[in-house]
């Protein structure tokens, strides 16, 4: 059974730093694409990062030099880095692994950036 599990969010100043962690237990970890999305409150689902199987990153614009994604595949987990957060990056943030039309989602983890 698939289970992804966010840790890592919390109530932050602007400016500050948080890394997020993406655990999974259940899957073949390495043979999945994953990504951060993140869901503000009354906003639509918006992808932030992803990286491949082959480690090849994307990043929405409004992270790009502000958050990195990685993943350590013998640990089953993928992390999310994010420096200079703000407070229009206030939001849920899923962990998504997807091999074909197989797709898996965790609960999310809160960010909160007061400014």
């Known amino acids: 059974q698939v289970h992804l599990v966010e840790s890592g969010g919390g109530l932050v100043q602007s400016g500050a730093s948080l890394r997020l962690s993406c655990k999974d237990s259940g899957l073949t970890f390495s043979a999945y694409n994953l990504a951060w999305y993140r869901q503000a409150a009354g906003m639509e689902r918006e992808l932030v990062a992803s990286?491949?199987?082959?480690?090849?990153?994307t990043y929405a614009e409004s992270v790009r030099d502000r958050f990195t994604v990685s993943r350590d595949n013998r640990q089953s987990t993928m992390y999310l880095q994010m420096n200079n957060l703000r407070p229009e990056d206030t939001a849920v943030y899923l962990c998504?692994?997807?091999?074909?039309?197989?797709?898996?989602w965790g609960q999310g983890t809160q960010v909160t950036v007061s400014s």
């Open positions: 998504n692994a997807r091999k074909g039309s197989h797709e898996f």
């Open positions: 990286i491949s199987m082959a480690q090849s990153t």
